[in-house]
């Protein structure tokens, strides 16, 4: 069995860290190779949660009365003191993460993230950042530099809130890659004069094609997100600088102050002097 772990303390400790909200105690990665089968009883559970991610073959647990299966990828929590029977074979070519953990607000962290709520386990759509980041994880502890717990407590709350957002994707619809990579090229290219038809010809789409999967995921039109992407930005050129409205449409793409200032006014509800002055009387 190929075996890499890290510990905070060096070894296994069931550590409860009762004076932070969430701490990391150890973190390891095991894939079957020559061992048949590897399993895991514990009648009384640990003093601390236990998260299994399951990146490749079949994770098996029992609850005492019934068997259970779930394939690859899916992640399993085990609460403190909580019974503990599973196991995964080589014939699935299984390949686990594990990570323990304590600290006096778990339970609230994972149910902020809608995180094992009403289940015991979780599908996922597989992602190469996830083991990434077990992999960061262990080697913050392995190597125990400066700040090093700090730093894997960091990226455990990164790895929750990617497991979180994966299975909301893989609920309620995820981003493709076409429209993650507009979101990207718009964030980045906003002020400059965007032409959606032109973005699609370049990936390969149609302009009507395009325009409906945009929407479909993210629920605004090409045309729509970057208004609001132009609105955002003009609203912080304004509240935070001395540019006229003038150069605020400029600097945004607008060829046409007073055309920028009709958009903006449609939008917002006020013009964009009357923003400027609110926000300069609020700072009062």
């Not at 550590?15 to 079957?32: A, E, F, N, Q």
């Not at 601390?48 to 994770?59: E, K, N």
């Not at 945009?214 to 609001?228: A, D, I, Q, V, W």
């Amino acid at each position: 069995m190929l075996s890499q772990a890290g510990y905070l303390k060096d070894h296994d400790l069931e550590l409860t860290m009762s004076d932070r909200p969430i701490g990391v105690s150890s973190c390891g990665h095991y894939k079957l190779i020559n061992m048949e089968k590897f399993h895991t009883l514990r009648p009384n559970g640990r003093a601390d949660w236990q998260l299994l991610y399951m990146a490749s073959g079949v994770f098996e647990y029992t609850d005492g009365k019934k068997h259970f299966e779930l394939d690859a990828p899916c992640i399993v929590l085990y609460s403190p003191w909580e019974y503990q029977d599973y196991s995964y074979r080589l014939c699935n070519k299984s390949e686990v993460y594990w990570i323990h953990f304590a600290g006096n607000t778990c339970r609230e962290i994972l149910d902020s993230l809608g995180l094992f709520k009403n289940s015991k386990s979780h599908k996922l759509i597989s992602k190469a950042s996830h083991r990434l980041l077990f992999d960061k994880i262990i080697e913050e502890l392995q190597l125990k530099r400066p700040f090093f717990s700090d730093i894997a407590n960091g990226l455990f709350y990164q790895l929750l809130g990617s497991l979180a957002r994966n299975i909301s994707e893989l609920k309620n619809g995820r981003i493709s890659d076409d429209v993650r990579k507009a979101v990207e090229f718009f964030n980045a290219n906003y002020s400059s004069d965007i032409s959606v038809g032109k973005y699609a010809k370049s990936i390969g789409m149609s302009h009507s094609h395009f325009c409906h999967r945009f929407k479909k995921e993210m629920k605004l039109s090409p045309t729509e997100y970057l208004r609001l992407l132009k609105a955002d930005a003009a609203k912080d050129l304004l509240a935070s600088t001395d540019m006229t409205v003038s150069q605020v449409a400029y600097a945004l793409g607008f060829s046409d102050p007073l055309y920028f200032s009709r958009v903006f006014s449609s939008s917002q509800g006020i013009s964009p002097k009357q923003y400027r002055q609110q926000k300069h009387l609020e700072k009062q």
